[in-house]
C-alpha cells in the first residue's frame, strides 16, 4: 500500500501542494475532474528530474487498494509533478537569489544603521508558555519532518520567506500534519499571538480557501496550504524563534529569555471579504483601513498637504514585502511633532492595530519602544481620501515601519487599478533588528560562542 506520506518524502523536504490534492480529491472534499485538469496544467511545464520521476514510475508500479478511478488521479496528479525552488519565472527566481545574498542590514534611511535602538533587557512578561508549545510541536515531528522544519538561530531560512503564492516552502506545511500536529502547530500561534493577531491570521489563512473556491484553482489555493519552520532549540534561556509563511501571511517571531521581536509580518488578501462559500463572512484589514483614513481626514489642510507623498494613487506603492530586508527608505510625510495630542493618539491607535497582533504583555512592551520614538515618527499618504477611496499610507520611526496598500486585482478580475478588496500590509523593525537579529548580535558579543 502506497501512503501519502510515501510521496511527501520524494520531494526531499520540499512540500508539494499536489499531494493534499490527491487525498482531498480520492475522499471526497474537492472535486477531482476540475481539479486534476488544473494540477496538470499547472505542471506541465516543469523540468523532470530524471532520477525523482524513476521514483515515482516505481510507486506507480506498487499495488493500490481501490477503484481504478484512484490509481488514475494519483498517476496524472504525481506523474508529472517535480520539485522547483520557485513557480515564478526565471527571472523573479534570479531576482529573490540575488536579495538573499546581500548580508543582512536591515532597513535604513540612508543605508546606515542607526546604533543604540535595541538592548537586551529582561521585560518581565513570560515567554514560557510559547517555549512549551514550540518544543511540543517539535517533539511530534518525525526525523524527516525535522529535517525540512528545524534550522539554527542565525540561519538564512528567516529570510526566505515570500507573500506570494507560487513559492515553494521549506517547513511543515498544514496540509501534512497529522491532525494532532495540526493542532500542536495552531497551539503555537495561540500561544504566541493575542486574540486577535490569531483570529486575523486564521482569517487570512481561510480568505485563501475562498480565493481558491473563487478561481476553482485549489492546486495553489488553500486554507492549509502555510508552513511552520523552527529556529533554533526553544529554549528559555538561549535565542531561538518560529516562522509562519505562505500566501499573504508571514510571521516572523523571535525569541531570546523574554523579549520578542515579531517582525518581518506581512498580512493580507484577495478577496478581503468572503461574501460566499466555506467561509462565508469572513473579513480582515478594516480597522487599520478605516483608523487610516480617519486619522489622515483628522488633518487639516496644511498636514494634509505635509503628509502627502503623491496625490494619485494608480498602482501598487508596498515598498517592504518579501526581500526587501536592506531596503533604503527615507522619511516621508508629517512628523508626528507637528500632530496636536489628539493626533497623536490616533497615529498610536493606528499603530496599535499592528503591534496588538502580539500577545498583550509583549505589545506593551513594544508600544513603549514605539512611544520613545513619537516625534520622530512619520505619516505618509498616497491617494484618495473618500470614503470608499484607495489608497497607501506609512508610519516609519527609527524603531518601526508600517505600510498599508490597497493593490491592484491579480487572482480576481486582474486589472490595473487598485481596490479595496486586494490589501497588502507590512511592519518592520527598521535599523537591524528585524527577525530579532541586533539582539541576536548582542547575545553573541555578549556570551562568545
Not at 486534476?36 to 525523482?52: A, D, H, P
Request: charged share 25%; net charge neutral.
Amino acid at each position: 500500500m502506497v501512503l501519502l506520506t510515501d510521496l511527501l518524502n520524494l520531494t526531499d523536504g520540499i512540500v508539494r501542494a499536489e499531494c493534499f490534492l490527491f487525498s482531498q480529491i480520492c475522499f471526497g472534499s474537492i472535486s477531482g475532474d476540475v481539479t486534476v485538469k488544473m494540477i496538470i496544467k499547472n505542471n506541465m511545464n516543469r523540468e523532470m528530474n530524471g532520477k525523482q520521476a524513476g521514483e515515482r514510475r516505481q510507486i506507480m508500479n506498487r499495488k493500490i487498494p481501490g477503484i481504478a478511478v484512484v490509481a488514475t488521479l494519483l498517476v496524472a496528479v504525481i506523474a508529472v509533478a517535480a520539485p522547483d525552488v520557485f513557480r515564478a519565472p526565471v527571472k523573479l527566481r534570479e531576482v529573490s537569489t540575488s536579495l538573499w545574498a546581500e548580508p543582512f542590514k536591515g532597513v535604513t534611511t540612508d543605508g546606515k544603521v542607526v546604533p543604540g535602538l535595541f538592548a537586551l533587557a529582561q521585560t518581565g512578561v513570560s515567554t514560557e508558555p510559547v517555549r512549551e508549545a514550540a518544543a511540543a510541536f517539535v517533539a511530534s515531528l518525525n526525523q524527516a519532518q525535522r529535517k525540512k522544519t528545524l534550522f539554527p538561530v542565525e540561519d538564512e531560512e528567516w529570510r526566505r520567506w515570500d507573500n506570494r503564492h507560487f513559492a515553494t516552502r521549506q517547513g511543515m506545511g498544514f496540509f501534512e500534519m497529522s491532525e494532532p500536529q495540526r493542532r500542536l502547530a495552531l497551539e503555537l500561534m495561540r500561544e504566541s499571538l493575542s486574540a486577535k493577531g490569531l483570529k486575523q491570521t486564521r482569517d487570512v489563512m481561510n480568505l485563501n480557501g475562498t480565493l481558491g473556491e473563487l478561481t476553482g484553482n485549489f492546486a495553489e489555493y488553500s486554507e492549509w496550504f502555510y508552513w511552520i519552520t523552527v529556529m533554533g532549540e526553544p529554549s528559555a534561556t538561549q535565542p531561538w524563534g518560529w516562522q509562519l509563511d505562505g500566501h499573504h501571511v508571514i510571521i516572523n517571531y523571535f525569541v531570546l529569555g523574554d523579549q520578542v521581536v515579531m517582525t518581518p509580518v506581512f498580512m493580507g488578501s484577495e478577496p478581503v471579504r468572503a461574501e460566499s462559500g466555506k467561509f462565508k463572512g469572513t473579513e480582515i484589514m478594516q480597522a487599520e483601513q478605516d483608523k487610516g483614513l480617519a486619522l489622515m481626514k483628522a488633518l487639516n489642510p496644511s498636514q494634509q498637504a505635509a503628509a502627502r507623498i503623491r496625490k494619485d494613487k494608480s498602482g501598487e506603492d508596498l515598498l517592504s514585502a518579501a526581500y526587501k530586508d536592506n531596503l533604503v527608505l527615507d522619511y516621508t510625510g508629517i512628523r508626528a511633532a507637528e500632530l496636536n495630542a489628539a493626533q497623536q493618539v490616533q497615529l498610536l491607535g493606528v499603530i496599535e492595530e499592528y503591534v496588538n497582533n502580539m500577545k498583550e504583555g509583549h505589545a506593551r512592551v513594544r508600544m513603549s519602544e514605539v512611544r520613545k520614538h513619537l516625534d520622530e515618527t512619520r505619516f505618509g499618504w498616497i491617494g484618495s481620501t473618500e470614503a470608499d477611496g484607495v489608497f497607501y499610507y506609512r508610519i516609519q520611526s527609527p524603531v518601526i515601519l508600517i505600510e498599508f496598500d490597497h493593490q491592484r486585482p491579480i487572482a480576481l478580475a486582474r486589472s490595473n487599478t487598485p481596490t479595496r478588496n486586494h490589501i497588502h500590509t507590512m511592519v518592520r523593525t527598521p535599523n537591524g533588528n528585524d527577525y530579532g537579529k541586533d539582539l541576536l548580535r548582542q547575545h553573541h558579543q555578549k556570551h562568545k560562542h
